[in-house]
């Protein structure tokens, strides 16, 4: 499937954008597993900011079926395609659970030591553990669940992690030396692409991994720069390109702030690869938004709470209009995870962190981004 021939027409652009929304904006939790309400009505006790419009009808009709993708399917679709997924921890499980999908693990203990863990087994050793994160504070995006010096951090977050040059350096000189989950910060100034790649049955799969985003003046062309580094180790162009990012700068920046930060990365993207020009990969910012409040396994942060506080921000999902319009503007597909993640179930194995889509809630986003891009009605020859 050509996917720069979406991004190229405005028409199938629009189209792909409708089938993002109809599939994740209003659906129903079955057990573990993510059911799209696929009809002209709207549920607004899921999603009171979603009203079905008779386009948005018309538009149903062409996204075709929603179905639970096995391995084999999704190969199929992902067939001859590069996805690169770029941000720190989100894009880090979102990786997990594709390569998790395409890759035809059967169970998280299969996992190779040096990928991400997105879902942990019961009797594991190195787990996602809610308790843990219930008692204690913010952890910055994550990172805080197992710590660099034990086996744990290897087995759960795979390679790239905290222990790797230039994150963490000799002489700790300073806080941003000293190995703590705040080196994320330095990557910002470290023009080196620290990333992980899985290749098979003619899929390719790459994590770039960057911290904190700033795009003014030349760092909006860094993005794409290590991307192009990134490609050219890997040996394949992007075709897709997956941003899951925002998390710390929302901590400390207002909304318009985040959203243009984010903006200015998708520019940045699109400046690159215009989308006029053969083979530009397919744009998407995966949004954040925030885990439920007063549920069992999940820990919800907000202004004023114990885990974390958003100094000029209520919360993860307040940044979704922002966002989506920032990244709109640049020809970027936004997607709004916030209904499934306000609405997953209390699993054990699959706690909600923050902005974290862990567990079944990444295998999900995996599973409505394929199905409504790889759709049979948007299949450009």
Known sequence: M??????????????????????????????????????????????????????????LQNCGNFGQLSTLQARQ?????????VGDMAARLWYAALVYLVNGTRNPNE??????????????????NPERVTRGGYDF????????????????FGRPNLNDHPLTLKKATGWWGRGTPRDVMTMLLKPKALYSSWRGSGVAISYLWRGVVRTGGSYQRQHAMLIDNLTGEVGLPPTLIVAAVGTYDSQWQPLE??????????????????????????????????????????????????????????????????????????????FDTSTPQLTVPPLRNSPCH???????????LVQIVINAIFRDAARPS
């Open 257 to 334: 702030e985040v959203a243009g930060r984010i903006g200015g990365m998708i520019e940045g993207f699109a400046r690159r690869w215009p989308p006029t020009a053969k083979g530009s990969p397919l744009l998407l910012l995966n949004s954040l938004s925030s885990c439920p409040q007063n549920q069992r396994y999940s820990v919800y942060m907000g202004t004023g709470t114990r885990h974390g506080t958003y100094r000029k921000l209520p919360n993860a999902s307040a940044l979704i209009p922002h966002a989506r319009a920032a990244v709109s503007a640049h020809g970027a597909l936004f």
């Open 141 to 156: 995006g994550g990172w805080g669940e197992y710590g660099k010096s034990t086996a744990c951090h290897l087995r759960l």
């Open 111 to 128: 996992v190779a030591l040096g990928f991400p863990q997105h879902l942990t087994a019961p009797d594991a050793e190195c787990f996602w």
């Open 354 to 364: 923050y902005d974290l889509p862990i567990g079944v809630m990444a295998e999900q």
């Open 77 to 85: 679709r992902l067939k001859g395609q590069h996805v690169v997924v």
């Open 2 to 59: 050509d996917l720069s021939a979406i991004r190229a027409s405005s028409v199938l652009l629009n189209q792909t954008q409708a089938c993002l929304d109809l599939f994740s904006r209003r659906g129903t939790w079955v057990e573990s597993r993510w059911v799209p309400h696929l009809t002209s009505t709207a549920t607004p006790e899921l999603n009171p900011s979603f009203h079905v419009s008779h386009d948005e009808d018309l538009d």
